[in-house]
């Protein structure tokens, strides 16, 4: 940029991430040289009585204020811009579309430390390699030492140098052993990164043979690479999504180009990561929530200078730069994990789809339950259908069952017949997996003598019971109190759990099937770094009969032995306010039911029901999910509801009870006033959990058929509720493309 003449004042125009719907004006920092000062650097700007970090989006030669009340900029943090053209256009559509504050939006691009001014750093992270006597070393030599033993098989199972973010994922505590295994000439210090991104060394193990459906989507995708597409992988479980994957990712790497890879649960990393580092040879970071901020914030800047060709990531790496882009894709697409549920309300997905229309690169999605809105894209011709009808391999799909469980006796939620079809499992040596979505011991704890029940004082919710820690917990706030013996209204009834929880069941295996040995995965026993990753090892070297869990089961497990697999309670799952919970459903079911049965042997799935003539449930047995997501679209097209429809939901919630209902009467007097169109207008109403964390809650729906005429209306409302005095005893936010309703 040419130098003004003397005089003449050069405006930075900068974003700051606070809850303001606006840019701010600054005058150029003094005896600067602003040559190659260009949008995407970050700046230090007095703000109110502090300083903040803020972003540059535009160098003008006027602004609309008074020059004499511009403050000026305190100093630029960095030479080449973090950001480019590319990724602040898509940043300013997402913070137009979601209507978000757009310095808040580009905040949450950058890793912790860089929001708040550090330096851009790469660090220089040590590498570990095994020596030549490692690599030979029976790691049953070092059984008296069951860490070393532990570290050493680590490597031996990796097959090239493991960094120190690597090796900190993987276990919090590595370091004395590593530096023992030194000592004992095992291990040794890798100088540099022994992986390398040159096209000649990409590859460390040949690729698996394709059938021809896998082969199909391969070559589509790869025909694609160098222009915008979208393509839907629908491969039921165990098709080999992930060697597509792999075998796409190869001629992206080839091309001498990076790969976005984003997974919709921390859980899945791990495994997806061995699996990468076994087949290619080039560098690859890792982002998600479990690493440090200096761990993302390197891997950030690796993948921003190019010096990494593959980032495996959760929901919030989707904005990391990437130097010389060339495929993103998204695994279990359907997710609900990837919508921000806080603060910048985004859907990953949908970004992802804008984000590649910009980088003129395709966007891969892939699932065996594809969402309703990408099923809809298919039928628009918006994404191309890739589909993976065969399980990979001779495996077979698993035979479900529905098991009507009406008047029958039951043992902790298991029935006798269930129970029965597990001891034939087991005498056979295989696995079987126990999914039910509930953790604690039981939901609800009542006086079976005055009826009383225990509740969160915080929240519409019962207290669920965690039996091991002797404490009541609520799930939605996270208050707790001791677990009691005796009824504190009638100080005499028994104290009785009522329901379900994992602990509970655990608790009955352990006497209906003494001689075997079962674990609980869910958020409570996978707590501590690398317990999962310990019981997934356990569970896939056959030292576990029985794996009992919630939720994080359904997800991209592959448990080879496993044939038997029982949903304790679908009921759960059938009866709720929000439109979204069928399609939920079924994608769970058909999901956990994936995990029965891979390679030659046949699996079996059975769901407990009380309502076996339930058609979601009959329709998915009989005709399989894409039967069932017809029918789900149809019922949503005849109700005009999403896909056919746009939705915003705006949340309010407050300490005072009255507080909500002044401000919607407000926002309602200002609806009426702004909507010209045929926007609906509902509510406002309570949310489904009225009072939550102490704060009373309520929302407003919009809905309308043109989407383009909802954004036009809250265009108009949303900087006008900002000013609201309404506003400041409240807090409020919009939801676009909502997720679900509570």
């Not at 978000?100 to 708040?116: D, N, W, Y």
């Not at 570990?128 to 006597?133: F, K, V």
């Not at 990561?273 to 998600?288: G, K, M, N, T, Y």
Request: proline share 5%.
């Amino acid at each position: 940029m040419a130098k003004l003449p003397v005089g003449d004042e050069l405006i930075f125009r900068v974003a700051i991430p606070v809850p303001v719907y606006r840019l701010f004006d600054y005058l150029a920092p003094v005896d600067v040289e602003l040559d190659n000062i260009k949008p995407g650097v970050r700046l230090e700007v007095p703000f109110g009585k502090g300083k903040k970090i803020a972003f540059l989006l535009e160098i003008a030669g006027h602004s609309e204020l008074d020059a004499s009340k511009l403050k000026r900029v305190v100093r630029i943090l960095d030479h080449k811009p973090l950001l480019s053209t590319k990724d602040l256009r898509l940043l300013d559509w997402a913070s137009n579309y979601y209507h978000h504050p757009l310095g808040e939006v580009i905040s949450a691009a950058f890793p912790a430390g860089l929001r708040q001014g550090k330096s851009v750093v790469v660090q220089t992270e040590k590498h570990y390699a095994l020596t030549d006597l490692g690599k030979v070393t029976d790691s049953a030599r070092l059984q008296r030492t069951p860490k070393q033993k532990s570290v050493l098989e680590k490597f031996q199972g990796c097959p090239s140098c493991l960094s120190e973010a690597e090796l900190s994922a993987w276990n919090d505590n590595w370091r004395p052993t590593v530096k023992q295994l030194i000592a004992r000439q095992f291990l040794q210090i890798e100088l540099s990164d022994a992986r390398v991104n040159s096209p000649a060394a990409l590859v460390r193990n040949n690729a698996l043979q394709c059938n021809p459906q896998q082969q199909s989507a391969i070559d589509a995708v790869c025909a694609g690479l160098g222009r915008f597409g979208v393509f839907l992988l629908e491969g039921v479980t165990g098709s080999g999504k992930t060697e597509v994957y792999l075998q796409i990712i190869r001629t992206v790497l080839e091309r001498g180009q990076q790969v976005l890879i984003l997974v919709p649960e921390i859980t899945l990393t791990p495994q997806l990561e061995d699996r990468f580092r076994q087949r290619f040879a080039v560098s690859i970071a890792l982002s998600h929530s479990k690493l440090t901020d200096k761990q993302r914030q390197t891997a950030w800047l690796q993948m921003q200078q190019n010096e990494c060709s593959i980032m495996l990531g959760t929901r919030s790496a989707l904005f990391t730069p990437l130097k010389n882009p060339g495929l993103i894709i998204l695994d279990e697409e359907h997710d609900a994990s990837f919508k921000q549920q806080e603060g910048f309300r985004f859907s990953a997905r949908d970004i992802a789809v804008v984000r590649g229309k910009l980088l003129h690169i395709p966007v891969l999605l892939g699932s065996a339950t594809p969402s309703l809105e990408s099923l809809h894209n298919v039928d628009k011709q918006r994404y191309q259908l890739l589909h993976l009808p065969d399980r990979a391999g001779n495996a077979t799909e698993p035979v479900l069952q529905l098991l009507d469980i009406r008047n029958k006796r039951m043992l902790e939620g298991l029935s006798e017949s269930l129970v029965e079809e597990m001891h034939l499992t087991l005498a056979k040596n295989e696995q079987v997996l126990l999914f039910l979505n509930r953790r604690g011991f039981a939901p609800t704890l009542i006086c079976h003598g005055c009826g009383w029940v225990a509740r969160c004082q915080r929240c519409d919710a019962n207290l669920v019971i965690h039996f091991d820690e002797e404490r009541l917990r609520c799930h939605h706030c996270g208050k707790e109190q001791r677990l009691m013996s005796q009824c504190p209204a009638c100080k005499t009834g028994e104290l009785t759990p009522l329901g379900l929880g994992t602990e509970r069941v655990e608790k009955v295996l352990a006497e209906l099937f003494e001689d075997k040995v079962s674990v609980r995965l869910d958020r409570d026993s996978t707590q501590r770094k690398g317990s999962l990753e310990n019981y997934l090892r356990l569970i896939n070297q056959g030292k576990v009969d029985i794996i009992l869990g919630t939720q994080m089961l359904a997800k991209g497990h592959h448990f080879p032995n496993v044939t038997l697999v029982a949903i304790l309670d679908v009921d759960s799952g059938l009866f709720s306010i929000d439109f979204h919970a069928p399609e939920k459903l079924a994608q769970m079911i058909v999901q956990v039911s994936g995990r029965a049965g891979r390679a030659e042997k046949t699996g079996k799935v059975i769901m407990q029901t009380r309502k076996p003539e339930h058609p979601l449930l009959t329709t998915l047995i009989q005709q399989g999910y894409r039967s069932f997501a017809k029918t789900a679209l149809a019922e949503r097209k005849e109700a005009l509801l999403p896909p056919f429809s746009y939705q915003a939901l705006l949340r309010v919630q407050a300490a005072d009870i009255d507080a909500p209902q002044f401000f919607f009467q407000a926002v309602t007097a200002l609806v009426q006033e702004l909507n010209t169109g045929h926007t609906q207008v509902l509510g406002p109403v309570s949310a489904p959990m009225a009072r939550r964390a102490g704060h009373y809650r309520y929302q407003l729906l919009f809905q309308t058929t043109r989407r383009q005429e909802l954004h036009v209306l809250l265009d108009a409302i949303i900087p006008e509720i900002a000013k609201l005095k309404q506003a400041k005893k409240v807090r409020w936010s919009l939801d676009v493309d909502p997720a679900d309703l509570y």
